[in-house]
């Protein structure tokens, strides 16, 4: 094709928006609309995962945990028997190497509760987490998420419960319980503690289960003084996980075991994983419904202007000319409907990354998998900001030529006498 062609088609393909300004305009919002719709649904999408694993890294797993090999393989079960027994040689050697590391106890029990009257109300089982008050926020925020009274204050016997479960169990600031659980030889023991502190997590999973205790009256009833069931070390978030604990694990003595966070996670991570899956589904049908949109407007434009089709041939233009000339219009038209999609993404996800929708009601009845309590924020997803808008625009180009194509197919004369 000759350049001074190209240049004339260039023109007469702009030149048409303007004289086909409903049209133009109904195309580039429907390729819009279709755009911005996936553009949100994927930032939500996204936002879910990335806030669940920060949720998860700071309420639930730390970044690197610290056990015995033994207490790793049988985690579930909470064996006392298998807890590190010089605890304070490892946190003195992770202080050294300029690690911020808490101890903690981690033990199963049956959690007695009692009515205003102290006439036992009811019982459940629990998993207790032991903390030290002053070290263990330094790694988790637990501190910071207390709705009702206050944080751990001393090594006296109190207890801080999870929202949901202290809504479950009926049990307010001032309320008694007591923990019935097996010391570290196997004999019963009895906890009696008063609620000092209700914690409502971004985590909901915390929100459902947790009892949290003072680790000195956790050694005192368990007969595990200076001992614990695990350490926990915190990270910055984007640290080289696998280059941290290799070095970890040449700190600490040999018997101990050193974990990330992925490898006390796998149940999280297999559902990700899966929720992955379904995620790209919807994304797939998204897209598959932008297209069908997409083609149908193009397809209803194009056979609109087969009369004006066979006029330019008739006057001297090739079928390919005229493919071009569709070709551009559409590329055009898609151009600026996400042009207009971008500005609205960028101006919609900026609320949904700083404010979000409010799911609370939701998240407190079931569990959807993802470690969100309330609010389901976005993110910035760069990627899908700058890649969706050039697809959808090859996309709107490619479908206008296979249809344009179709449509020139028809003889000169069929093409001046259509409606």
Known sequence: ??????????????????????????????????????????????????????????????????????????????????????????????????YTSAPRISFLAEMIIYDENYFVSGSTNVNVTAVDPLIDKKLFAFDKTITEGSYLTDNSHQVVLGSFLAEDIGATVGSEITLVTQT????????????????????????????????????DYLDMEKMATEINISLSFNSNLEKEQLKIQSIVPNNLKVSTWQEFAGDYLALAEAKRGGSALILFLVFVIAAVGISNTLLMAIYE???????????????????????????????????????????????????????????????????????????WNWKALLVSPLIATLMSMVFAYFFSLRASKISITKSLGHN
């Open 305 to 379: 202007r087969v009369r004006e089709m066979g006029m330019m041939r008739a006057m001297g233009m090739r079928e390919k000319e005229i493919r071009l000339l569709f070709v551009f219009e559409a590329g055009a038209i898609a151009l600026i409907g996400s042009i207009g999609a971008l500005i609205l993404s960028i101006a919609a996800n900026f609320y949904i990354v700083k404010f979000g929708f409010d799911f609370s009601a939701l998240m407190r009845e079931i569990d959807i998998g993802y470690r969100i309590a309330s609010r389901m924020r976005g993110t």
């Open 1 to 98: 094709m000759k350049k001074t062609n190209l240049k004339f088609i260039i023109k007469l393909a702009f030149k048409n928006l303007s004289r086909y300004k409903k049209r133009t305009i109904l195309t580039a919002t429907a390729i819009g609309v279709a755009l911005l719709t996936f553009i949100l649904i994927d930032s939500l999408l996204l936002g879910a995962e990335v806030e669940s694993v920060r949720n998860l890294r700071e309420y639930e797993t730390s970044d690197i945990r610290i056990t015995t090999p033994s207490y790793y393989q049988d985690r579930l079960f909470k064996p006392l028997q298998y807890a590190i027994e010089d605890v304070d040689l490892t946190l003195n050697s992770l202080k050294e190497n300029n």
């Open 184 to 219: 570290i030889y196997g004999s019963f023991e009895t906890i009696d503690l008063e609620v000092v502190g209700i914690s409502s997590s971004p985590n909901p999973n915390i929100s459902r289960s947790l009892v949290m205790i003072p680790l000195e009256i956790a050694r």
